[in-house]
């Protein structure tokens, strides 16, 4: 079970919003690199970030600190946020982030992602953001009318790397991630998933390990309020 720490960046600061609602959000004090030099030190292997702001705009506008905790950190990293055109995705895999994870611009234009998959081969992850079923985009701002498990049966087959799957009303809410759809999705799913929203403690940990096809978990707001230890965490990291 790979476990992904998390670092969501807005205006060059970690925060974490509560159901990815901008007006809602906490700011921390350490900078996304000395969060990322904390995780390191920890003994992670992995990484999440989500670049708020290029959710916001559309464009890599913390490129640059990513680079940096690429190159100082040797952290394997999945980067998301507002990635909508091979040059945000090709930037991203020069700077040598792991995987690039493809969210509303996928699920607006299925052709994209088919084409960043042929373009970039293994470096595309899908984020499948969902409430009730249904996926949501653009900063979870918007509803698809897409079902999450239809959707899916249309892409499986487009060479997608990796699979993220967020519950929204789970999303930041530390009430244990949404296992049974989690199930659904990894049993029809092409690739490994990973688990994004709601853990809270180390027992939604070892439950994910127990799910089929499921590669890794990714824990954010738990961490940051001192629900689960890093010193624990690391343990189930492997």
């Given at each position: 079970m790979k476990i992904f720490p998390a670092i969501d960046i807005k205006d060059k600061k970690c925060v974490r919003l509560v159901k990815g609602n901008f007006d809602n959000k906490t700011e921390?004090?350490?900078?996304p690199v000395e969060q990322a030099n904390k995780y390191k030190e920890h003994g992670?292997?992995?990484l999440h970030i989500v670049d708020l702001d290029g959710a916001l705009t559309g464009e890599t506008v913390n490129l640059d600190i990513i680079q940096e905790i690429v190159k100082?950190?040797?952290?394997?990293?999945?980067?998301?946020?507002?990635?909508?055109n091979f040059e945000s995705i090709k930037k991203y895999t020069d700077v040598g982030v792991e995987k690039v994870i493809l969210g509303s611009a996928a699920i607006k234009d299925k052709n994209f992602l088919k084409d960043a998959c042929r373009k970039f081969p293994d470096k595309i992850a899908l984020g499948l953001d969902a409430k009730d079923g249904y996926l949501s985009v653009s900063g979870w701002k918007e509803n698809s009318n897409q079902?999450?498990?239809?959707?899916?049966?249309?892409?499986?087959?487009y060479g997608v790397s990796r699979l993220i799957y967020t519950d929204i009303n789970?999303?930041?809410?530390?009430?244990?991630?949404n296992f049974e759809v989690t199930?659904?999705?990894?049993?029809?799913?092409?690739?490994?998933?990973?688990?994004s929203g709601g853990v809270s403690s180390i027992d939604d940990i070892k439950k994910a390990k127990s799910l089929k096809n499921v590669e890794g978990i990714i824990v954010g707001k738990a961490i940051y309020d001192g629900d689960i230890k890093l010193e624990e965490l690391v343990k189930e990291d492997a």
């Open positions: 921390y004090e350490l900078s992670f292997k992995n100082k950190f040797d952290l394997k990293i999945e980067i998301g946020g507002g990635i909508r079902s999450t498990l239809d959707y899916l049966q249309e892409v499986n087959n789970r999303d930041g809410m530390k009430q244990s991630p199930s659904k999705v990894a049993n029809i799913s092409n690739c490994p998933v990973i688990i």
